[in-house]
DNA sequence: TGAATATACTTAACATGTTAAGTTAAATAG
DNA sequence: CTATTTAACTTAACATGTTAAGTATATTCA
């Protein structure tokens, strides 16, 4: 379960490569990461999975929430999607009544998106208990743990964008 | 570009619960733990694609160089996937014949999972550029910070899988 | 003004993530 | 020793991630 910390030697005979000096893998950044990461969504999921909702359609919903009427573009930015994703996700929410598009009369290009009555409801379903498994992580990992962890991964991206020059 | 840092506060006419105690979702885990992943990984892709490899199937070779002859499930524990996928990604592998499986004879369901001449080639070629990405990544952000954050993830997830009972 | 270009999406195509439902082979129970 | 159950996958189905191509509306500029 703890790959990273029983450390099973692999049996020499396995290994391709014995003696090269090629680096350790076993210290994946990308694969910490991203079992943080699934580690954390383990405890949102359940309760919005009982409304139906995907972590990606619940993104877009507590943002139409913060600020409602928002285009789609501008949604996707900060719902961190993709586009193409968030294209599809405003069909399967409008379909389903939860959100509401109006094009904007002065470029018929553009669609502003607007949370129903219906949306706003499961909003306030599943807000309150995100809120609560929150508080219950922040309690377990300490608040101060947690600052340092966003201020150290904010760092990482900072470091990483800055290389890309 | 930095969301949780430009702070740009909605318009007051535009929330649809100004006054409302529910929390603030500004900080989110997941999505800061997804966008330190996305600006690592944007690092590793390229030179992965420029060999027609997705970041699973390298996960999946560079696991195999390690220890070849890893049954499917086993890989599928070290690569961090789930069944059906590394079923699939097996499927490729062993297609462009990078891997070759063979049943093993005391269960017949089983199948272990090699690295061919090709896919150590491959291996090869790749992980040097891997490890000069890494090794820049890691002077840059700082040797010492990045062993925080690895540290700082791993007790993340111990604390998050403790609560699971 | 009218043609070329740019913008804001949508659609397509394909790999992956995820859950559920097969399949086949082993283990176990009666 | 046969029937049930379990184990190790594979397949299916559908949402998402990702890149490329398509469509409709604006904008630019000749």
């Keep these: 379960m703890n790959q990273s910390k029983t450390n099973t030697v692999p049996p020499e005979d396995t290994a391709l490569n014995p003696g090269s000096d090629l680096p350790e893998f076993d210290r994946s950044l990308p694969m910490s990461l991203l079992r943080a990461r699934e580690a954390v969504m383990k405890k949102f999921i359940p309760s919005l ?6 972590p990606q359609q619940w993104r877009a919903i507590r943002t139409l929430e913060q600020q409602n009427g928002l285009e789609i573009t501008e949604l996707a930015d900060r719902c961190y999607l993709l586009m193409p994703s968030m294209s599809r996700i405003a069909q399967n929410l409008e379909s389903r009544q939860l959100i509401e598009r109006r094009s904007v009369a002065s470029d018929q290009r553009r669609s502003a998106l607007f949370l129903t009555p219906k949306g706003l409801d499961l909003f306030q379903i599943i807000a309150p208990k995100s809120a609560e498994r929150y508080e219950h992580i922040t309690e377990e990992f300490g608040y101060g ?3 340092l962890l966003y201020e150290l991964l904010d760092e990482l991206v900072a470091s990483l964008n800055q290389s890309d020059k």
């Design 49 to 54: 999975k009982e409304q139906g909702l995907s």
């Design 145 to 147: 743990k947690l600052e």
